[in-house]
């Protein structure tokens, strides 16, 4: 599909045996890069706010649609979506641009696949500027079997992988419908209730709050996944049982200078222990909800530069 017009054109790099759309600006900037990963259900133009920005400051931005997504690589086997895969197409990256490290920025699922290349990767990760997801320390059990335990049959991680392909059919037949309930702002707070969260937001007719973007912009998300499906992204999900196993002899602890933004109004609250797993953080919080660079973009564009510049100035 087109993407609009004001957005950087997109280059197919082959990493091994799949392929990625990568999206770049500043190009002219070599030696600096710093690496935007969006999230669940997102695309690599969630970044596009910070894209111009972070050029025009020297940085050399690259920008995948991570593998399940878009124009990338969407792999039949379950088990090719997991932390090893994940975090290996991000080292294959830099290695394809002749980078030894780079700058990594994760909002939602893509902070979590940051969190693991620290871990997996640390020689390659120079600093973390994470959004809405904090480390999630490891937990006794699988983290699926925890989950259950905890939220219950109908929590959506659990759903995802005790029916495989259910809640992908739902959202596939209700992209338009899902995407635009999803994606919101200002929701007011209340308590959770009982059901399967993403397949009643596919099929909801009263959606909470305001619209997070306008609808030009909403419509590249509607459309690239009218075309991909849903299935290859929520493999992610399917494989957090074999993250768990795949990390369980390395060490838990992110040492790199990183930089936590939280949204005030997000579902996800704020980790206590953050500090723990990553000594050397800071930490920001910004008036919105989950869609933090989406909602908020200057603001969350000013707080990364901000910390950037002292971060590279140390």
């Not at 939602?108 to 020689?123: I, T, Y």
């Not at 222990?273 to 200057?298: M, S, Y």
Request: with cysteine; hydrophobic share 45%.
């Amino acid at each position: 599909m087109t993407i609009n017009a004001h957005f950087a054109t997109p280059t197919r790099i082959t990493l091994g045996d799949i392929d990625l759309e990568v999206f770049e600006a500043g190009r002219e900037n070599r030696g600096n890069p710093i690496v935007l990963c969006h999230g669940w259900p997102e695309h690599a133009y969630a970044w596009r706010h910070q894209m111009p920005a972070l050029a025009a400051a020297g940085y050399h931005v690259i920008v995948p649609n991570q593998r399940g997504y878009g124009n990338s690589s969407r792999p039949s086997a379950v088990e090719d979506y997991d932390i090893a895969h994940l975090t290996g197409d991000l080292a294959a990256l830099l290695d394809h641009f002749g980078y030894e490290a780079a700058t990594f920025v994760g909002h939602d699922w893509g902070a979590n696949v940051v969190w693991s290349m620290a871990l997996l990767h640390p020689d390659r990760v120079a600093r973390i500027i994470n959004l809405a997801l904090p480390y999630q320390p490891r937990t006794p059990v699988p983290w699926i079997a925890w989950m259950e335990s905890v939220f219950g049959p109908d929590n959506y991680f659990v759903h995802f992988n005790r029916q495989p392909g259910v809640a992908d059919a739902v959202l596939d037949a209700n992209t338009d419908r899902f995407l635009r309930n999803l994606f919101r702002k200002n929701v007011p707070p209340a308590p959770p209730e009982p059901g399967m969260m993403m397949i009643d937001l596919a099929t909801s007719t009263a959606p909470s709050g305001d619209p997070v973007m306008p609808d030009e912009d909403l419509a590249v998300f509607i459309a690239v996944f009218k075309e991909t499906g849903f299935t290859g992204s929520i493999n992610w999900y399917r494989n957090m049982d074999r993250n768990w196993h795949i990390l369980a002899d390395v060490d838990p602890i992110v040492r790199q200078p990183t930089l936590m933004i939280y949204g005030a109004l997000d579902m996800i609250p704020p980790s206590e222990t953050l500090a723990d797993f990553v000594p050397n953080v800071d930490v920001r919080t910004l008036d919105c909800g989950h869609w933090i660079q989406q909602e908020k973009p200057d603001e969350t564009t000013q707080a990364m530069l901000d910390w950037l510049a002292v971060r590279q100035a140390a």
